[in-house]
C-alpha cells in the first residue's frame, strides 16, 4: 500500500453526467476483464447502522450494478468490497473496525481486492486517523456528502492504485437521479430529506449528516411515480425529522402538504414514513395521516426519556406531559393506530426516579413495539462531556427492566390482533424455515404464514391464529 492522495473537490455544472462518464469508463474495463477471462468482477456492500444508510446502499448498489460488477455473496468472493459504517452508537464502531481486521487478511490473499469505507463513521476526524494510520489496507474513503462520487473515487484508485480520500465537512448540493437498487421490486424507500438541525445532546448524526435540508416535492412525487411505475406498491418516506420538512425550501410546504400529494399517487398502496419528532408533530399531520387512506396507521415517534429534567439535558424540547397529551391525541385522532418509540436508558444525570418516569410512559402510551439503547458516550456531543455518566452496571440494569416493562405490553398488543383478518403485504420467505412467507400488516408487525413464494409482492388477507411478542402467526384467507 502506498501513500494517500486527497483529490480536489471541484464541482462542476452537471455532476452527475461526470459520474456517468466515469461508471463507463470502469464499466468498459469491466466488460473487458468478462471478456477476457469469462467473470464478471463482483461487489458487496455491507451496511451499518439505520434505514437512511441502508438507503444509500442501495444507491451505491446501483452505480455498482451500472459499472458492471455484480453482487458477491460474501466478503471472500467479491473483488471490491464497500463498508457504509454507522457511529450512533459505539458498539456499531467497535463492529466496523473488528471487521476490518479480517479484511486485512482478505487483502493479503488477493491484492487486487479493492475495499472503501464510507458513511457516518468517516465523517469524524479521529475515525479518519485511526483508519489511515492503523487501517493503511483501505483504499477508498469517503463520507456522508459526496456518496454519489463513487464512481470518479473508483476511477482515480485504479488509475493511481493510492489512497483516495475525500471527505467533505458539509453538503454541496443534492444530487437526483442517481441509480439505485432495491432490495424488494414492490417496496421502496424515498429521502424526502437529509441531515438534522436539532442536535439533541447525545447524538452524533448532526454533525456527520449536516444540517436540514429538503428535497423538492416535485422531485419526490416524480421518484414516486417513477418506483410505483416499476411496480413499487409501498414507500418508505425517509428522513431524521420528517415532521420539519420543507422548512428549508424557497417554496414552503409542510409534511403534511406532501403526505396528501404522495396519497393522490395512482398505483401506490401504502405509505410509512420515519422518522417523527414529537416537537414538531402537527394537528394537521395527524389530520393528514387519518385521512389519507394509503397512509399506514402506524407511527415511530422516538420518546427517548421519560423524564421532563432529562429531556431538557437531551435538548429534545417537550416535556413528560407535552410526550404522553401526543400520543393520547395521536391514538384518540387514529384509533387503532400502532405507536412504536426509541428510548434511551442511562443518559448523563438519569436517577432511579427519572427512570420510574420513562416506564410510566411505556404504561401509560402501550407501544406496539420499541427500539431501546444504552446511552452511549460520542465524542463531541454536549452529553459526552456531562457530569454524573451514569455506570454501565446501572444502565445495564434499567436496561433490562425496561425489557421486562415493554415485553408484556407489546406481546399483549400483538394478541390483540388474535383471531383477526388482516391484509398483509407479502414480503419475503422466511428466514428460519422456508416453507413459510412473512410479510407485513398495515400496523408493521411480522406476520409467518404457508404460502407459495409467487405471492411475494402480493397483498392477500390473513387470519392470525397465533400471536407472538414479536410476530404473528396466520393463515391466508
Ligand atoms: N446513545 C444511545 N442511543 C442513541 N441514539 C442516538 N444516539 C444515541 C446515543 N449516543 C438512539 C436514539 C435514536 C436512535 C436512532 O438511536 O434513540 O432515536
Ligand atoms: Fe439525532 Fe435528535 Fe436529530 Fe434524531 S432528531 S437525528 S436523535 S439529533
Same mark, same amino acid.
Given at each position: 500500500?502506498?501513500?494517500?492522495?486527497?483529490?480536489?473537490?471541484?464541482?462542476?455544472?452537471?455532476?452527475?453526467?461526470?459520474?456517468?462518464?466515469?461508471?463507463?469508463?470502469?464499466?468498459?474495463?469491466?466488460?473487458?476483464? #468478462?471478456?477476457?477471462?469469462?467473470?464478471?468482477?463482483?461487489?458487496?456492500?455491507?451496511?451499518?447502522?439505520?434505514?437512511?444508510?441502508?438507503?444509500?446502499?442501495?444507491?451505491?448498489?446501483?452505480?455498482?450494478?451500472?459499472?458492471?460488477?455484480?453482487?458477491?455473496?460474501?466478503?471472500?468472493?467479491?473483488? #471490491?468490497?464497500?463498508?457504509?459504517?454507522?457511529?450512533?452508537?459505539?458498539?456499531?464502531?467497535?463492529?466496523?473496525?473488528?471487521?476490518?481486521?479480517?479484511?486485512?487478511?482478505?487483502?493479503?490473499?488477493?491484492?487486487?481486492?479493492?475495499?472503501?469505507?464510507?458513511?457516518?463513521?468517516?465523517?469524524?476526524?479521529?475515525?479518519?486517523?485511526?483508519?489511515?494510520?492503523?487501517?493503511?489496507?483501505?483504499?477508498?474513503? #469517503?463520507?456522508?456528502?459526496?456518496?454519489?462520487?463513487?464512481?470518479?473515487?473508483?476511477?482515480?484508485?485504479?488509475?493511481?492504485?493510492?489512497?483516495?480520500?475525500?471527505?467533505?465537512?458539509?453538503?454541496? %448540493?443534492?444530487?437526483?437521479?442517481?441509480?439505485?437498487?432495491?432490495?424488494?421490486?414492490?417496496?421502496?424507500?424515498?429521502?424526502?430529506?437529509?441531515?438534522?438541525?436539532?442536535?439533541?445532546?447525545?447524538?452524533?448524526?448532526?454533525?456527520?449528516?449536516?444540517?436540514?435540508?429538503?428535497?423538492?416535492?416535485?422531485?419526490?412525487?416524480?421518484?414516486?411515480?417513477?418506483?410505483?411505475?416499476?411496480?413499487?406498491?409501498?414507500?418508505?418516506?425517509?428522513?431524521?425529522?420528517?415532521?420539519?420538512?420543507?422548512?428549508?425550501?424557497?417554496?414552503?410546504?409542510?409534511?403534511?402538504?406532501?403526505?396528501?400529494?404522495?396519497?393522490?399517487?395512482?398505483?401506490?398502496?401504502?405509505?410509512?414514513?420515519?422518522?417523527?419528532?414529537?416537537?414538531?408533530?402537527?394537528?394537521?399531520?395527524?389530520?393528514?395521516?387519518?385521512?389519507?387512506?394509503?397512509?399506514?396507521?402506524?407511527?415511530?415517534?422516538?420518546?427517548?426519556?421519560?423524564?421532563?429534567?432529562?429531556?431538557?439535558?437531551?435538548?429534545?424540547?417537550?416535556?413528560?406531559?407535552?410526550?404522553?397529551?401526543?400520543?393520547?391525541?395521536?391514538?384518540?385522532?387514529?384509533?387503532?393506530?400502532?405507536?412504536?418509540?426509541?428510548?434511551?436508558?442511562?443518559?448523563?444525570? $438519569?436517577?432511579?426516579?427519572? #427512570?420510574?418516569?420513562?416506564?410510566?410512559?411505556?404504561?401509560?402510551?402501550?407501544?406496539?413495539?420499541?427500539?431501546?439503547?444504552?446511552?452511549?458516550?460520542?465524542?463531541?456531543?454536549?452529553?459526552?462531556?456531562?457530569?454524573?455518566?451514569?455506570?454501565? $452496571?446501572?444502565?445495564?440494569?434499567?436496561?433490562?427492566?425496561?425489557?421486562?416493562?415493554?415485553?408484556?405490553?407489546?406481546?399483549?398488543?400483538?394478541?390483540?390482533?388474535?383471531?383477526?383478518?388482516? $391484509?398483509?403485504?407479502?414480503?419475503?420467505?422466511?428466514?428460519?424455515?422456508?416453507?413459510?412467507?412473512?410479510?407485513?400488516?398495515?400496523?408493521?408487525?411480522?406476520?409467518?404464514?404457508?404460502?407459495?413464494?409467487?405471492?411475494?409482492?402480493?397483498?392477500?388477507?390473513?387470519?392470525?391464529? %397465533?400471536?407472538?411478542?414479536?410476530?404473528?402467526?396466520?393463515?391466508?384467507?
Amino acid at each position: 500500500m502506498t501513500e494517500e492522495k486527497n483529490i480536489n473537490i471541484n464541482i462542476p455544472e452537471d455532476e452527475l453526467m461526470k459520474q456517468k462518464n466515469y461508471m463507463d469508463r470502469i464499466r468498459a474495463m469491466n466488460d473487458e476483464h #468478462f471478456a477476457r477471462t469469462g467473470k464478471r468482477k463482483k461487489h458487496l456492500t455491507v451496511t451499518f447502522g439505520c434505514q437512511m444508510n441502508a438507503h444509500d446502499s442501495e444507491k451505491l448498489e446501483g452505480m455498482l450494478e451500472q459499472i458492471g460488477y455484480m453482487k458477491a455473496e460474501e466478503e471472500e468472493k467479491a473483488d #471490491f468490497i464497500i463498508y457504509n459504517t454507522c457511529c450512533v452508537r459505539e458498539n456499531a464502531e467497535q463492529k466496523v473496525y473488528g471487521k476490518l481486521g479480517y479484511l486485512k487478511h482478505l487483502k493479503d490473499k488477493n491484492e487486487d481486492l479493492i475495499i472503501a469505507m464510507c458513511g457516518c463513521m468517516m465523517q469524524q476526524e479521529e475515525v479518519l486517523n485511526t483508519i489511515r494510520t492503523k487501517y493503511k489496507h483501505v483504499d477508498i474513503i #469517503f463520507g456522508t456528502f459526496n456518496l454519489y462520487k463513487m464512481p470518479e473515487l473508483l476511477q482515480t484508485y485504479l488509475e493511481t492504485k493510492r489512497t483516495v480520500i475525500d471527505i467533505w465537512k458539509e453538503h454541496k %448540493e443534492i444530487v437526483e437521479d442517481l441509480p439505485s437498487i432495491r432490495k424488494h421490486k414492490f417496496k421502496a424507500s424515498v429521502n424526502i430529506m437529509y441531515g438534522c438541525n436539532n442536535f439533541c445532546t447525545y447524538c452524533i448524526v448532526p454533525y456527520v449528516r449536516g444540517r436540514e435540508r429538503s428535497r423538492k416535492p416535485e422531485d419526490i412525487l416524480k421518484e414516486i411515480e417513477d418506483l410505483v411505475a416499476d411496480g413499487v406498491k409501498e414507500i418508505m418516506l425517509l428522513g431524521q425529522n420528517v415532521n420539519s420538512y420543507g422548512k428549508t425550501l424557497e417554496d414552503k410546504v409542510t409534511f403534511a402538504q406532501l403526505l396528501r400529494k404522495v396519497n393522490e399517487i395512482e398505483g401506490l398502496k401504502r405509505i410509512r414514513f420515519m422518522t417523527s419528532h414529537p416537537k414538531d408533530l402537527s394537528d394537521e399531520l395527524i389530520e393528514a395521516m387519518r385521512d389519507c387512506d394509503k397512509v399506514c396507521k402506524s407511527l415511530h415517534l422516538p420518546f427517548q426519556a421519560g423524564s421532563t429534567k432529562i429531556l431538557k439535558a437531551m435538548n429534545r424540547k417537550y416535556t413528560k406531559e407535552q410526550y404522553l397529551d401526543l400520543a393520547k391525541k395521536i391514538q384518540r385522532e387514529i384509533p387503532n393506530i400502532a405507536l412504536t418509540t426509541d428510548i434511551i436508558v442511562g443518559f448523563p444525570g $438519569e436517577t432511579e426516579e427519572d #427512570f420510574e418516569d420513562t416506564l410510566d410512559i411505556v404504561r401509560q402510551v402501550q407501544f406496539s413495539g420499541a427500539y431501546t439503547f444504552i446511552y452511549s458516550k460520542r465524542t463531541g456531543t454536549p452529553a459526552a462531556v456531562m457530569e454524573e455518566q451514569v455506570p454501565e $452496571e446501572v444502565s445495564s440494569r434499567r436496561f433490562n427492566k425496561l425489557q421486562e416493562v415493554l415485553r408484556p405490553i407489546i406481546t399483549e398488543k400483538s394478541q390483540a390482533l388474535h383471531g383477526k383478518t388482516l $391484509e398483509i403485504l407479502v414480503e419475503d420467505v422466511s428466514k428460519n424455515d422456508e416453507k413459510l412467507l412473512t410479510g407485513r400488516t398495515e400496523s408493521g408487525h411480522l406476520v409467518h404464514f404457508e404460502g407459495d413464494s409467487s405471492l411475494i409482492g402480493e397483498f392477500i388477507n390473513v387470519e392470525i391464529t %397465533e400471536a407472538k411478542t414479536y410476530y404473528l402467526i396466520g393463515q391466508r384467507v
